[in-house]
């Protein structure tokens, strides 16, 4: 029958446990010498080696003829242990067994001198699991058990251990294995399997492995099954992104090309895998170009073995860090979104739209955004321009009244051709309901030296100002007044500041050869002129009698 690499391999001896050799040292020392506590309690993330060293002590603590602090793995009582025909060593689910009689049977056990072996072993795994009331019932026994027993806890929630546990036992924590440590260890089991596993897809599984070996044995027991297995197997077979996959859809977020993010998303998608994996998986493509982009020193240590540092360099041209970061924020968001979406593919498109298109609430302050768009500036990267806003012609009545004195203009209108409320008013000789008139708006164009006043604005005003001005900002002239529409509050701030302000004055006076008025205005802003009703009528009807009416 088939067993599971994980368990084939699991390691026999404490020198066979990789990545945590500051607790199997500690261990052998104290078999050696003879000094072992009486209740133990490992702690650390899944797949560390919490369960693989508590069998281990178990039968290093009754071996008859340990080597170095290890078991033989020969003598009768680790052939006992091994294959489960000795029951003085107990391993109990805690997640099953958590009830307060489960823990007053095991205290019972106790009482009960070993019949094969030296000691009575329990191991308690996943030893948070157990009820307050249980945990009350163990409190005595661990305290003060029989010489011949020894308790090993274990769990990977250690907050949820009461401290009244904690201070009874001699605690060691398991810390996650390292990825190069992890893929020396799947190339050695491949090789003793006859598995042709490549360098790069150890590496691969390393990374996803997260820090668990346990996981790692498991990914390339599926991964396997195949045969041969390599970079492409891995992905294909885990559902996940490789190193090419993960800096291409990446490019793309970079320059903004929305289409082709969303078509590798549908490929992924119609391959199977799994979008938050792929979100997950970006986070780290993330942590990594930040690292290279952000740090001073050689950081090729500390990224992951998936991505070389060349790599990294050439997608962080174009990328400030402060895009990276809200990059991770836009995904972060996304995920938490996609645990409880009820359509997946739909969350990880909508996450790509913001990635494409980060706006300044993204970013985390004004500096962030603007080193942003500097750096897409510096590296040739597009970036999206203002669209371009033409001003709406002002609106003009088909009859225009005669200019005063004009010795050719027609003779006012009689009744049939008055107004509707002008003729009321002579045939009745009583004042008529006006009809509310259009307000009038404020002729506004394309101010023409506009491309020449940010030119001249250039080095003198700050950098950051003067690069929103130029990509979210437009000037238009509106009652001989230069008007600064801004797409953006933030662009609009930066214009409004003094010292800004004085500049373009300055500059602005200088094109138009005269002082000009200049004001700052966010799109969707523009001022609405309040009318006075009561005047507007008196107005409408002087004009409607041929009266001259002069506005001031």
């Known amino acids: 029958m088939y067993q599971a690499l994980y368990r084939k391999w699991r390691p026999q001896t404490f020198a066979d446990v990789i990545g945590q050799q500051h607790i199997t040292d500690t261990l052998r020392a104290q078999l050696r010498s003879g000094r072992l506590s009486h ?18 002590l178990a039968r290093a603590v009754n071996c008859e003829h340990p080597v170095n602090g290890d078991p033989c793995n020969e003598c009768a009582s680790c ?25 007053r049977d ?92 490549t360098e790069g897809a150890a590496r691969l599984i390393a990374r996803l492995a997260d820090g668990a070996m346990r996981d790692a044995l498991s990914m390339l027991d599926r991964a396997a099954a195949a045969g041969a297995v390599d970079e492409q197997t891995v992905t294909a077979a885990l559902g996940v992104l490789g190193q090419d996959d993960g800096i291409r859809l990446a490019e793309h977020l970079k320059t903004g090309d929305l289409a082709a993010a969303v078509a590798l998303i549908d490929e992924y998608y119609n391959a199977g895998r799994d979008l938050a994996a792929v979100y997950d998986q970006m986070l780290g493509l993330i942590r990594d170009a930040l690292l290279v982009k952000t740090s001073k020193t050689d950081v090729s240590a500390l990224i992951s073995p998936a991505y070389t540092v060349k790599s990294l360099q050439k997608l ?79 609106r003009q009545s088909d009859e225009m009244p ?24 002579m045939a009745t000789g009583q004042p008529a309901a006006k009809p509310k008139a259009e307000q009038p708006r404020p002729s506004a164009a394309a101010w023409p030296q506009w491309t020449q006043l940010l030119e001249a604005l250039t080095g003198k005003i700050n950098t950051g100002a003067h690069t929103n001005l130029k990509l979210s900002a437009k000037g238009i002239l509106e009652d ?44 969707g802003d523009e001022p609405v002129p309040q009318k006075n009703a009561a005047v507007e009528e008196i107005i409408g009807r002087a004009k409607a009698f041929d009266i001259q009416v002069k506005e001031l």
């Open 402 to 425: 005669p200019p005063p004195g004009d010795e050719d203009a027609p003779p006012p209108p009689d009744d049939g051709d008055a107004p509707g409320w002008v003729a009321e008013e």
């Open 106 to 197: 095991l205290r019972d056990e106790t009482r009960y001198t070993p019949a094969q072996v030296k000691k009575r072993v329990f191991i308690i795994d996943e030893v948070h699991m157990l009820s307050t009331g249980a945990f009350n019932a163990l409190l005595k026994t661990l305290e003060e058990p029989p010489e011949h027993v020894l308790f090993i806890l274990a769990t990977t929630e250690l907050h949820k251990v009461p401290a009244t546990i904690l201070s009874r036992c001699q605690r060691f924590d398991f810390r996650r294995i390292g990825a190069e440590d992890i893929a020396r260890r799947l190339l050695d089991v491949a090789a003793g399997e006859g598995i042709g596993l």
């Open 316 to 394: 962080c041209d174009g990328l400030a860090a402060s895009t990276l970061i809200a990059w991770s924020r836009v995904i972060g968001e996304a995920l938490d979104h996609m645990r409880s979406a009820a359509n997946r593919r739909v969350e990880a498109e909508l996450c790509a739209v913001r990635l494409c298109s980060l706006g300044a609430e993204q970013y985390d302050t004004l500096s962030g955004r603007v080193e942003a768009l500097e750096e897409k500036m510096k590296h040739g990267v597009p970036v999206a321009a203002a669209p371009a806003q033409t001003a709406a012609p002002a």
């Open 480 to 523: 001989g007044a230069l008007v600064i529409l801004c797409e953006d509050g933030i662009t609009a701030m930066l214009a409004k500041a003094e010292s800004t302000m004085k500049v373009i004055r300055e500059q602005a006076a200088a094109l138009a050869g005269a002082p000009i008025k200049v004001k700052v205005r966010e799109a």
């Open 79 to 103: 052939r006992g242990i091994l294959d489960g025909s000795v029951l003085d060593v107990t391993e109990i689910d805690a997640a099953s067994n958590n009830g307060v009689d489960n823990i």
């Open 39 to 56: 209740a133990y309690l490992f702690t650390g993330t899944r797949g560390t080696g919490k369960t693989t060293c508590a069998k281990i």
